[in-house]
């Protein structure tokens, strides 16, 4: 791009992947970052708290459907970064409407109040591969120009907040980039997520709530490298564009779980298989090759060097996710897992 990036607005920095991503860029890039996050239960300001200091970086406490915030802050940015979202699927399936509110809602006041912000040169938008729907097994992998066939009140968000992303572009010129990432592991993820979670329960030695077989496949990505794709969109993408970002690392959730049990040396007898997820997608995998190609992007980490990572940060930062289960989200965890 030749235009240059000084400020960006990022969304949902508090949450898993925006945090990552603010970390990143405070490290390895000179942007002014404004981090606007509702804090909701998975928005967690320790995540930044080093940042804090740091004078590139602000923390705004709002709404992403706030139009007169988002106004207010869009009108000095060069770009959008927009993570904030409702992300968990379990959740969309017990109530779907928090997931329209931000998910479709909140990407059409950010992509309008995009439209008056003189400055702006890029909105990336981060989606996910959920977007495609589910593959069987032996399905090539999930293409950018694939149809979207989403199965979960989730993904239907999700896709609902590409297509008005795409509408944007095509109706205004807005210069949108769209990112599409498979699942993501590493630091600070939100313990309802499949690889914490497993990881939490099998530290306690109590039981760990397989849905179904465990044979569901998904495309793991360590964090930092789903940061660097979506770093690599907002400087190299062009408009109008979809990258799909993936580990090519295609697990099944049993393989997950005993990667786990293995590191952390504990029996495998604590698997238990519980009633499995309503319309549970059976396999996501990634086709990169565009985003090799276009944005000279490439995952650098393996599983086995992200798991044990991973596995090392949250034995590291156990005050970090003792006080999250000993908070609200104790309630959910207790009625879907049992007594802590
Ligand atoms: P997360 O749930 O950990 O964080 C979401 C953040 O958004 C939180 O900080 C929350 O407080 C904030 N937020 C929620 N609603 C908001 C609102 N209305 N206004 C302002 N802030 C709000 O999510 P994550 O796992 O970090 O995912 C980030 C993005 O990446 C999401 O858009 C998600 O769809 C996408 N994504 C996630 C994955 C994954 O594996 N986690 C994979 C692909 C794409
Ligand atoms: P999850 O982390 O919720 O991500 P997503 O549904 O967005 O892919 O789940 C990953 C996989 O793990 C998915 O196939 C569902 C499965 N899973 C379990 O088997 N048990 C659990 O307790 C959870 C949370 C997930």
Redesign the pocket.
């Given at each position: 791009m030749k235009e240059r990036i000084e400020t960006i607005v990022v969304?949902?920095g508090?949450?898993?992947?925006?945090s990552n991503f603010i970390h990143m860029c405070l490290r390895e890039r000179d942007y002014e970052i404004i981090n606007?996050?509702?804090?909701?239960y998975?928005?967690n300001p320790e995540n930044l708290k080093e940042c804090e200091s740091d004078s590139r970086y602000t923390f705004v406490k709002g709404?992403?459907?706030n139009a007169d915030l988002v106004n207010s802050l869009l009108k000095d940015a060069d770009a959008v970064v927009h993570?904030?979202?409702?992300?968990?699927v379990d959740r969309s399936i017990e109530e779907q409407q928090p997931f329209v509110v931000?998910n479709v809602l909140?990407t059409q006041v950010l992509l309008s109040s995009a439209l008056h912000s003189p400055r702006l040169k890029r909105f990336v938008h981060?989606?996910?591969d959920e977007v495609y729907g589910s593959l069987r097994p032996g399905e090539p992998a999930f293409k950018e120009g694939d149809h979207l066939r989403p199965n979960s009140p989730y993904s239907a968000s999700?896709a609902s907040s590409d297509l008005l992303c795409r509408a944007f572009f095509k109706t205004y010129g807005l210069p949108v980039v769209i990112t599409r990432?498979?699942?993501?592991y590493g630091p600070y993820q939100?313990p309802e997520?499949l690889i914490p979670l497993m990881f939490i329960n099998a530290l306690s030695e109590r039981p760990l709530p397989v849905y179904g077989d465990g044979t569901n496949v998904r495309d793991w990505i360590y964090v930092e490298d789903h940061c660097t794709g979506v770093l690599a969109a907002l400087e190299k993408g062009a408009p109008g564009e979809i990258y799909n970002f993936g580990g090519e690392c295609e697990l099944s959730n049993l393989e997950v779980v005993k990667t786990i049990l293995e590191l952390l040396d504990k029996p495998e007898d604590l698997i238990t298989f519980v009633k499995d997820r309503p319309g549970h997608d059976f396999r996501y995998a990634m086709d990169i090759t565009k985003a090799k190609n276009e944005l000279q992007w490439q995952p650098e980490w393996d599983f086995k060097k992200g798991i044990a990572a991973t596995i090392e940060w949250y034995q590291a930062n156990r005050e970090w996710w003792e006080r999250i289960l000993s908070g609200d989200y104790r309630n959910y965890y207790q009625r879907r897992y049992g007594t802590l």
């Amino acid at each position: 791009m030749k235009e240059r990036i000084e400020t960006i607005v990022v969304t949902g920095g508090c949450g898993f992947i925006g945090s990552n991503f603010i970390h990143m860029c405070l490290r390895e890039r000179d942007y002014e970052i404004i981090n606007l996050d509702a804090l909701t239960y998975a928005g967690n300001p320790e995540n930044l708290k080093e940042c804090e200091s740091d004078s590139r970086y602000t923390f705004v406490k709002g709404r992403i459907e706030n139009a007169d915030l988002v106004n207010s802050l869009l009108k000095d940015a060069d770009a959008v970064v927009h993570f904030a979202a409702e992300s968990h699927v379990d959740r969309s399936i017990e109530e779907q409407q928090p997931f329209v509110v931000t998910n479709v809602l909140g990407t059409q006041v950010l992509l309008s109040s995009a439209l008056h912000s003189p400055r702006l040169k890029r909105f990336v938008h981060v989606s996910t591969d959920e977007v495609y729907g589910s593959l069987r097994p032996g399905e090539p992998a999930f293409k950018e120009g694939d149809h979207l066939r989403p199965n979960s009140p989730y993904s239907a968000s999700k896709a609902s907040s590409d297509l008005l992303c795409r509408a944007f572009f095509k109706t205004y010129g807005l210069p949108v980039v769209i990112t599409r990432c498979s699942n993501n592991y590493g630091p600070y993820q939100f313990p309802e997520k499949l690889i914490p979670l497993m990881f939490i329960n099998a530290l306690s030695e109590r039981p760990l709530p397989v849905y179904g077989d465990g044979t569901n496949v998904r495309d793991w990505i360590y964090v930092e490298d789903h940061c660097t794709g979506v770093l690599a969109a907002l400087e190299k993408g062009a408009p109008g564009e979809i990258y799909n970002f993936g580990g090519e690392c295609e697990l099944s959730n049993l393989e997950v779980v005993k990667t786990i049990l293995e590191l952390l040396d504990k029996p495998e007898d604590l698997i238990t298989f519980v009633k499995d997820r309503p319309g549970h997608d059976f396999r996501y995998a990634m086709d990169i090759t565009k985003a090799k190609n276009e944005l000279q992007w490439q995952p650098e980490w393996d599983f086995k060097k992200g798991i044990a990572a991973t596995i090392e940060w949250y034995q590291a930062n156990r005050e970090w996710w003792e006080r999250i289960l000993s908070g609200d989200y104790r309630n959910y965890y207790q009625r879907r897992y049992g007594t802590l």
